[in-house]
């Protein structure tokens, strides 16, 4: 099975500055989705940014981006502009084509005032 | 938009008690999926069912059991609860074959503590 590892358990950043979160997975496919998930203290779990393996281009969303290096099987997050908002565990998850998902151990990221 | 489910918020049982926890989801989705969450560990997939009456086990299906009688719902059953299954469990579906938008949608989450 595949595994996804974020080696950084907690992360602080000041508010408006930028953060990046950290994401190696290992597979032996070539063709996957990859994705940044956040759950604020509501729990619910929301989409930040997703990653398809054979896109060359990183993917972003407003003041989200990722920098994809499939070589390197590594997927990280970066956060511009950080708000108290973005204040959430993220979990970086890898998908194989059956829709399987596997996510790593997470990172508590907090926006401090 | 896409909504999941799940019937119980915070949920207490007792040890060796049968419990079940259900998950709707109204998008017509093939795929649903059980996790459980605990801290330093992330999500791990117990069972996931790709239509109904199939389910694969995930990483973690020992003491736990599924159903999926029809499309729309999925049940985690604990034949005998234990405390070490006190933990977040978190439901999700997806859509099979929509490459532009192959992503987990997910239940808000139950919170079981096993007394």
């Known amino acids: 099975a595949q595994t996804v590892t974020q080696s950084q358990p907690e992360m602080s950043v000041q508010e408006a500055e930028t953060v990046t979160l950290s994401c190696t997975y290992d597979?032996?496919?070539?063709?996957?989705?990859l994705f940044w998930y956040k759950q604020p203290p509501s729990r619910q779990m929301i989409l930040v940014i997703r990653?398809?393996?054979?896109?060359?281009q990183n993917a972003t969303e407003n003041r989200f981006s990722v920098n994809f290096q499939k070589a390197a099987k590594s997927f990280s997050l970066k956060i511009s502009d950080s708000q108290l908002g973005d204040t959430a565990m993220y979990f970086c998850a890898f998908m194989n084509i059956n829709n399987d998902m596997r996510f790593g151990a997470g990172t508590r990221l907090t926006v401090k005032p | 938009d896409v909504k999941v489910t799940q019937s119980s918020r915070y949920l207490v049982k007792r040890t060796g008690e049968k419990v079940f926890l259900e998950c709707v989801q109204d998008?017509?989705?093939?795929?649903m999926f059980w996790y459980r969450q605990d801290p330093g560990l992330g999500l791990r997939l117990i069972y996931f069912?790709?239509?109904?009456?199939?389910?694969e086990k995930g990483d973690i299906p020992e003491g736990y059991s599924v159903s999926r009688e029809k499309k729309e719902r999925f049940s985690l059953i604990l034949e005998s609860a234990s405390t070490n299954q006190t933990s977040m469990y978190l439901c999700?579906?997806?859509?099979?074959?929509?490459?532009?938008?192959?992503?987990?949608?997910f239940g808000s989450g139950t919170q079981l503590s096993v007394l």
């Open positions: 597979t032996s496919e070539s063709n996957y989705y």
């Open positions: 999700a579906s997806s859509q099979v074959g929509d490459a532009t938008n192959e992503k987990l949608f």
């Open positions: 998008m017509d989705h093939e795929n």
């Open positions: 990653q398809e393996a054979y896109k060359q």
């Open positions: 069912s790709y239509d109904v009456k199939m389910k």
